[in-house]
């Protein structure tokens, strides 16, 4: 069983920069994929980023490459959304999710765990 807690969400102007991080419970956290969706008003929720177990590889959606990245810190059980250059279509609730599936994982039927979500909203 993992626990997620979501924190770091918040109002940013466009161009700016949030982290947000998501804890999580559980002595097994290093074994599960982690990944970031999102899910604005009105629309389905939306792979972000995922981080693969094994290995620690990384893979985001198009419209974020470049300007967000991923990482986890299986000490302190936790990984970590950096959002950069963000854009007011970023707004949305962001939820962090694991999955005990192998590799790169973008659905989110295949997450078995999810956080609550932290609201982003990014003002033009």
């Known amino acids: 069983q993992v626990q997620l807690v979501e924190s770091g969400g918040g109002l940013v102007q466009a161009g700016g920069s949030l982290r947000l991080s998501c804890a999580a419970s559980?002595?097994?956290?290093?074994?599960?994929?982690m990944g970031w969706f999102r899910q604005a008003p009105g629309k389905e929720r939306a792979f972000v980023a995922t981080?693969?177990?094994?290995?620690?590889?990384?893979f985001y959606t198009d419209s974020v490459k470049g300007r967000f990245a991923i990482s986890r810190d299986n000490a302190k059980n936790t990984i970590y959304l950096q959002m950069n250059s963000l854009k007011p279509e970023d707004t949305a609730i962001y939820y962090c999710?694991?999955?005990?599936?192998?590799?790169?994982?973008?659905?989110?039927?295949?997450?078995?765990?999810w956080g609550q979500g932290t609201q982003v909203t990014v003002s033009s």
């Open positions: 559980g002595r097994t956290f290093r074994s599960y994929g």
């Open positions: 999710a694991a999955t005990g599936n192998l590799g790169i994982i973008t659905r989110k039927d295949n997450y078995e765990y």
């Open positions: 981080i693969s177990w094994p290995g620690g590889r990384t």
